[in-house]
């Protein structure tokens, strides 16, 4: 099953909205369906973001409005404001913008090749980074242990396994029993929706959490380990997350519980010192009172809805990446590790 692909002149995804009630995927040759798509969460989770960002630039290639190369630039640019904090999208998104500046004198068939080319190789590259998160991280679980995520993490955030579960899966596939505990992730439950859901399917043992019962495991000493991704991470390595995120990294470090996260180095966004520039987006206060549930609040009643919230990086005890797993202090890791992967 992978969340998102490519199929010749339109791009399949799985809807995330319907899951877990049924498995709907849907097909589109329109940049702006993946655009609505990402902003309703059907598309949803910073590396997945990237790659839709990277296949609607291809749509739109591939189906331009006018003139090919004024088109495409044109829906670049609504492309990468469908989300501000993942920074995975404007990533993509400047990727494919590069590639079509090296040909764009040339003819309409060499700009469509070279933008699938990239589009797929952005694809290609998130399996692989993904697969090698989980590698690098898993050697941080131990037999037994239990582990507590927030939001989804896993293979519906990414083209497949996922940035903090893949973690989970590669340590399970070793032969470690692990179990893991969701917090359900209010207001769009993402954790009680989807992670359980994909855990349940490779059939790794799952407990669904109230948010604020995390802190009650915590400090009863029920789990070993706290493990996220990351929407946006900052070069002192602070980390943009699921709002929720910021408490548990609180909870954790005053109970001695590690918090680790797991993120591709597309993720890190070399332009920022600090996570106090990274932009958090602010969603529909709706979600709140009525998001996947029935009406829970009084009509009329006022809800803020902030949908991420930012860790300070000296609550961060690793943070797992392709290239290998980075420790404090974080400016020095993460610069050598960009500096690896010809990143600046
Ligand atoms: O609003 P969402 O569901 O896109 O938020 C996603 C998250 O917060 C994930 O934890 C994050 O993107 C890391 S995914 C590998």
Redesign the pocket.
């Known amino acids: 099953m992978l969340t998102i692909e490519w199929k010749g002149d339109r791009v399949r995804y799985i809807d995330q909205t319907e899951l877990p009630r049924a498995t709907v995927y849907k097909e589109t040759t329109d940049y702006r369906d993946v655009i609505e798509s990402m902003k309703t969460?059907e598309i949803?989770?910073?590396?997945a973001?990237g790659v839709a960002g990277a296949m609607a630039v291809l749509l739109s290639a591939c189906h331009p409005e006018g003139e090919l190369v004024e088109s495409i630039k044109r829906a670049a640019g609504e492309i990468a404001c469908a989300r501000p904090t993942?920074v995975n999208l404007v990533w993509a998104v400047d990727a494919m913008l590069r590639k079509l500046d090296r040909v764009e004198n040339e003819t309409d068939q060499v700009i469509r090749n070279a933008l699938t080319d990239e589009a797929l190789r952005i694809w290609q590259e998130d399996q692989t980074a993904c697969k090698a998160m989980g590698d690098n991280g898993a050697e941080l679980l131990e037999d037994g242990m239990t582990v507590l995520t927030?939001?989804?993490?896993g293979a519906l955030?990414?083209v497949d396994y996922?940035?903090?579960l893949s973690v989970i899966y590669s340590a399970t596939e070793s032969g470690k029993r692990i179990s893991v505990y969701a917090d359900e992730t209010r207001p769009?439950l993402?954790g009680a929706r989807l992670t359980a859901w994909e855990l349940m399917q490779r059939e790794i043992d799952v407990t669904v959490i109230c948010d604020s019962a995390a802190g009650y495991f915590i400090s009863h000493g029920e789990i070993d380990a706290v493990i996220?991704?990351?929407?946006r991470i900052a070069s002192n390595g602070d980390v943009a997350?699921?709002v929720g995120t910021y408490p548990l990294s609180v909870v954790a470090s005053r109970h001695g519980v590690p918090f680790y996260v797991v993120?591709p180095l597309s993720t890190i966004d070399p332009r920022l010192d600090s996570g106090e520039d990274i932009p958090i987006e602010m969603r529909d206060p709706g979600e709140i009172i009525s998001g996947f549930c029935p009406s829970i609040a009084p009509e009329g009643a006022k809800a803020r809805n902030p949908?991420?919230d930012v860790t300070p990086a000296e609550l961060v005890t690793v943070i797992v990446t392709e290239v290998g797993v980075l420790r404090p202090p974080y400016d020095d890791s993460i610069s050598r590790a960009l500096k690896s992967a010809k990143i600046d």
């Open positions: 969460l949803r989770g910073a590396p973001i993942a927030h939001c989804n993490a955030a990414t996922g940035t903090a769009l993402q996220v991704g990351s929407d997350n699921k993120a949908a991420f």
